[in-house]
């Protein structure tokens, strides 16, 4: 018997499964992939989740694998580019070959029992809920808690019929691969990292090893078209671009030279990335929908995508995975009843906010004035970039807009 069955074992399942059992509990993950192993997914974690990370105690074990640090970006949308430095943290874009396999090790190391390669076929249910899991072999495991963390097709939410609180049909279509000899981009070559990076408030103490030669993270909107190219591990450069999806029937008749005519419409990233050579095969899918499930109900919990999926454009499932991993074992750990609430609180706003940037629009009206507003000040451009980090409330930043806009009327006063 256990006191809790976590399905699934990447960010979100083995997460849980490693905090529940450093607070001492019998823990029982299961997997149906067996790891090290690769995942239909890029992988930039946003600094509240490497922060996470760091605070765990892995942080280093990313930095052994050679994992490239991320401290600034250039977000470069048509006609205004956000270039800065994130508020707090720095953002790494661990392989999920090297990110999983690390977690999956930590949550062993903790006491977990992890088991690859079994495939969860349905629940066992009591009379108070959910009472365990049963393989597709037939075993049945007991637990008075199941955690579902298998991802945005989540057997459990299925099994438990979660109620969908919301659904907002899938935007894009989504192509990456690797590259290798991309130079960076020429405004990253003067520029050298700052010393390590010591935390303020609210992740004090925090000290991420981001010094040496740094490369720019790279963004860029366009009407129709998302891009991003961040360097990775063994010295490559993932490159992912992203279109409407209704646009899927053409795109998928010539996926890289539609990704490479998108990138050539990204300042010298097309010439860059064409001068250096593709290393792994190019990746494309529309399987990415936004839907937010109701996250617990009697004997289990939803954590990661099982309960809260949106499109990658802003890059939030990984650090959302851990965000829900910490906040669950606090939750079971320590009998609260608030998982649901806090859950939500933290996570609506940012998926509003993606579904929005998924229908990849160009910025209008009080919105383009906006965004050059952000752009003329350093701090507002931290702010901005700190929503997507994770360390800047939403509910923050809309508040200083006023602010913003004030000062940039002031600014054409004065011109
Ligand atoms: C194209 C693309 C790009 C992305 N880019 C980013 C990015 O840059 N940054 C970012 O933060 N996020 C990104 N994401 C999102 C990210 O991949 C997910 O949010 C993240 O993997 C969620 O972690 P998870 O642990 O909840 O689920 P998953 O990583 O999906 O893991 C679920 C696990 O459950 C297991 N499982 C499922 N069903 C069963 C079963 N019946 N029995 C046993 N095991 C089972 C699976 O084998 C799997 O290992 C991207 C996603 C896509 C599709």
């Known amino acids: 018997m256990y006191d809790v069955i976590v399905v699934g074992a990447r960010p979100a399942g083995a997460a849980t499964a490693m905090l529940l059992a450093r607070r001492g509990l019998r823990v029982l993950a299961v997997d149906r992939a067996r790891f090290p192993s ?48 994130f508020p707090e943290g720095v953002l790494y874009s661990p392989r999920r070959t090297v990110l999983d396999a690390i977690l999956v090790g930590a949550a062993r190391e903790a006491g977990a029992e992890v088991r690859e390669g079994f495939h969860v076929a349905g629940l066992v249910w009591d009379d108070r809920g959910v009472a ?47 590259w290798e000899g991309v130079e960076p981009w020429k405004g990253s070559e003067p520029w050298k ?24 993270g790279e963004l860029y909107h366009r009407p129709g078209r998302a891009v991003a190219a961040f360097p990775t591990n063994d010295g490559l450069t993932m490159v992912y671009a992203a279109a409407p999806i209704d646009k899927f029937s053409t795109w998928r008749t010539d996926v890289e030279g539609h990704l490479l005519a998108t990138l ?42 099982a309960g809260l999926v949106m499109d990658p454009v802003t890059a939030q499932g990984i650090g959302n995975a851990l965000a829900d991993a910490e906040l669950l074992a606090e939750t079971i750990a320590e009998g609260r009843t608030d998982y649901q609430r806090r859950r939500d609180a933290a996570r609506l706003p940012i998926f509003g906010l993606t579904t929005g940037l998924a229908a990849l629009r160009p910025a209008k009206g009080l919105n383009a004035v906006l965004l050059k507003a952000i752009a003329r000040r350093e701090a507002s451009t931290e702010q901005f970039l700190g929503v997507f980090a994770g360390t800047v409330p939403v509910r923050t930043f809309r508040r200083s807009i006023p602010r913003m806009l004030v000062q940039r009327a002031r600014g054409w006063a004065v011109a």
């Open 38 to 85: 690769d995942t239909l997914s890029t992988h930039q974690i946003q600094p509240s989740g490497t922060e996470r990370l760091r605070r765990w105690g892995l942080l280093d074990r990313l930095l052994a694998a050679g994992t490239p640090a991320t401290e600034r970006v250039r977000f470069d949308l048509g006609g205004t580019v956000l270039q800065g430095r």
């Open 132 to 178: 365990g899991i049963r393989g597709r072999d037939g075993t049945e495991l007991r637990a008075p808690v199941v955690v579902g963390a298998d991802g945005k097709h989540s057997l459990v939410a299925k099994e438990v019929a979660a109620p969908v609180q919301r659904n907002v049909a899938p935007r894009t279509v989504a192509s990456y691969a690797y």
């Open 193 to 216: 990292g700052s010393e390590p990076w010591k935390g303020s408030e609210p992740w004090k103490g925090g000290e991420h090893r981001a010094g040496g030669e740094q490369r720019h």
């Open 264 to 305: 050539d419409r990204c300042g010298d990233l097309g010439e860059r990335v064409r001068a250096g050579r593709r290393v792994e095969r190019l990746r494309t899918t529309v399987d990415l929908p936004n839907v937010v499930r109701r996250a617990q109900g009697p004997g289990w919990f939803l954590a990661g995508d």
